[in-house]
């Protein structure tokens, strides 16, 4: 069956670090893409970043560059997000998504998500 379920969310100060997990089941991180997306309050879903099956990183939000990291452990079948830096403006719901073939940055084009995770940054 398949599952992308999310840990790691909570309250952090500003500047403090948190990591997210998405552990995949019914599938092989060696098979597809896992990308990053956050919603913050009253506003739509936009992308973070990607890994793909290459372990080739992708960083699509120019506010993250340099703070947040992604990386995969396929003993594990996890993807995670490193965040460090964090700002106020991080605040948000965090979700993993999986597709097929390539890191894109479009939301739609991504065909099972994680239950997401809050992640609030406030001190």
């Known amino acids: 069956q398949l599952h992308l379920v999310q840990s790691g969310g909570g309250l952090e100060q500003p500047g403090g670090s948190l990591r997210l997990s998405c552990a995949a089941s019914?599938?092989?991180?060696?098979?597809?893409?896992i990308g990053w997306f956050r919603q913050a309050p009253g506003k739509g879903r936009e992308m973070i970043s990607c890994?793909?099956?290459?372990?080739?990183?992708?960083t699509y939000l120019d506010s993250v560059k340099g703070r947040f990291t992604v990386s995969r452990d396929l003993a594990q079948n996890t993807v995670y997000l490193q965040m460090d830096s964090l700002k106020p403006e991080d605040t948000g719901v965090y979700y993993c998504?999986?597709?097929?073939?390539?890191?894109?940055?479009?939301?739609?084009?991504?065909?099972?998500w994680g239950q997401g995770t809050q992640v609030t940054v406030s001190s």
């Open positions: 890994i793909d099956m290459y372990d080739r990183t992708f």
């Open positions: 998504t999986r597709r097929s073939y390539s890191c894109v940055g479009t939301t739609g084009l991504y065909d099972y």
């Open positions: 019914g599938f092989s991180l060696e098979t597809y893409v």
